[in-house]
């Protein structure tokens, strides 16, 4: 997660949200993980991590 975050700094969110989407994360999750608010859920997490 914290990698998507910089490559969101680093080079925009449409780059975070492809390398997310070739994680084979779940739009919904790239959505929380990138907006501004960044409200992660635990099962978010879960997914990141490759539990779900």
Do not use: Y
Not at 2 to 8: D, F, I, K, S
Not at 18 to 30: A, D, K, R, S, W
Request: cysteine-free.
């Amino acid at each position: 997660m914290r990698q998507a975050l910089q490559v969101q700094r680093d080079i925009g969110t449409p780059g975070a949200v492809e390398m997310l989407q070739n994680m084979g994360l779940n739009p919904q999750v790239i959505a929380r993980v990138l907006s501004p608010e960044r409200r992660v859920r635990e099962e978010d997490l879960r997914s990141l991590s490759g539990e779900a």
